[in-house]
């Protein structure tokens, strides 16, 4: 029951018996910009559950876990969820529930991660989440590690990484 934002930050590797291995908003509506949400397990959205509005900007939503419904992302009725520049796992059983989902300029790629087994969740050089954030939602400086968080990746242009980790070449 809170509005609250959440930047530049790692929800990874946690489990829950309910619902939302990552985050559980419940009559919630966060912001999450630069985030990654990796790991996580949950009966119902094993990455997010959701009975309220989120708003994720640049944020990854990827290989989580869910025993019923929603691997990723798990919506009930009535609820939105909107990513903007994310990259989620949209395959079966990844975004379930019956409220609303809109993407927008998102991938739905892995993000190819260091080592996620090893809960290393930096961007390899080959990831599809590189320079492919939107500049506009950064309001720091600094990544998760204390780089730089605006870069050029190898693209040509200096634009944000989606994840908490900016890569650098």
């Known amino acids: 029951?809170?509005?609250l934002t959440i930047?530049?930050?790692i929800i990874a590797n946690n489990?829950?018996?309910g619902r939302g291995g990552g985050i559980d908003c419940d009559n919630s509506s966060p912001t999450i910009t630069n985030c990654t949400i990796a790991g996580n397990s949950a009966n119902n959205g094993g990455g997010i559950a959701c009975s309220g509005s989120?708003?994720?900007n640049s944020t990854i939503i990827f290989g989580n876990t869910a025993?019923?419904?929603g691997n990723e992302i798990y919506i009930w009725a009535g609820s939105t969820v909107t990513l903007n520049y994310c990259d989620y796992a949209n395959g079966a059983n990844d975004v379930e529930g019956t409220g609303t989902v809109t993407p927008s300029n998102c991938i739905t790629l892995d993000p190819e991660f260091v080592n996620a087994a090893a809960f290393d969740y930096h961007l390899q050089g080959t990831s599809p989440c590189i320079d492919k954030g939107n500049n506009a939602y950064v309001t720091w400086s600094e990544d998760i590690d204390g780089n730089a968080r605006i870069v050029d990746g190898g693209s040509g242009t200096a634009t944000v990484d989606i994840g908490a980790y900016e890569y650098k070449p």
Request: charged residues 5%.
């Open 15 to 17: 489990t829950a018996s």
């Open 7 to 9: 930047t530049n930050c």
């Open 54 to 56: 989120v708003i994720a």
């Open 67 to 69: 025993g019923n419904n």
């Open 1 to 3: 029951n809170s509005d």
